[in-house]
């Protein structure tokens, strides 16, 4: 996969995901007049051009917040599995969690540095595969929390009679999806934490 490719991938589809939900709620609020912008093709065709590099925008934004939120903040939740090998092998924790997630890294790097290419090879590129997998959906999970705002004002609306109750078709796909994205992400998680614990404990087993 190419940079671009890549990154279209991370930051684009939950970037777009969140400006389509957004535009939605406008247009079926008549806070934007679809009209007008379709009125001629020149238009329309401005408006798709306009919407993918902020798309991106938006969406490389989301992944910051995801990293800050579920990466960043929620260190002691990354790798349980893999600290323990280290508290069974009697190393020194230290107390911080911030720590503990540095020392589990930089054991897992340097024993990884230790084995034979070709093992090192096929384990690294798995555990980027996983890693890659969970912040691409971690990401996703964030734009669709975003578009939860909308859908309650949606839900709102209908329950005061301003809105058509066919309006909660949208609420009901963002929140399925939004489960849905949340087991996938504890899925990816926790194989990668698996694969990295397994892994670490065969490695500094065989070293001792």
Request: aromatic share 18%; charged share 20%; glycine share 4%.
């Amino acid at each position: 996969m190419n940079f671009d490719t890549k990154y279209l991938i991370r930051w684009g589809i939950p970037g777009w995901i969140t400006l389509a939900y957004y535009l939605y709620f406008f247009i079926v609020r008549e806070r934007i007049d679809l009209n007008a912008i379709t009125s001629n093709n020149l238009g329309v065709l401005s408006s798709l051009l306009a919407a993918l590099p902020i798309g991106v925008i938006v969406g490389y934004v989301i992944y910051q917040c995801y990293f800050t939120l579920l990466w960043v903040a929620n260190l002691k939740f990354n790798t349980p599995k893999s600290l323990k090998v280290l508290i069974d092998l009697e190393y020194s924790i230290p107390e911080k969690n911030k720590e503990k997630y540095f020392l589990v890294e930089y054991v897992w790097h340097n024993s990884l540095s230790k084995v034979g290419e070709s093992r090192m090879n096929y384990i690294a590129e798995r555990y980027r595969h996983l890693l890659t997998k969970k912040h691409e959906v971690g990401s996703f999970l964030i734009s669709l929390c975003l578009c939860t705002i909308p859908s309650v004002v949606i839900i709102f609306f209908v329950i005061i009679g301003e809105m058509n109750f066919l309006y909660l078709i949208s609420t009901v796909i963002n929140f399925a999806l939004l489960y849905y994205t949340f087991f996938i992400f504890n899925y990816y998680s926790d194989n990668v934490d698996y694969f990295m614990s397994e892994n670490l404990k065969d490695l500094l087993e065989k070293k001792e």
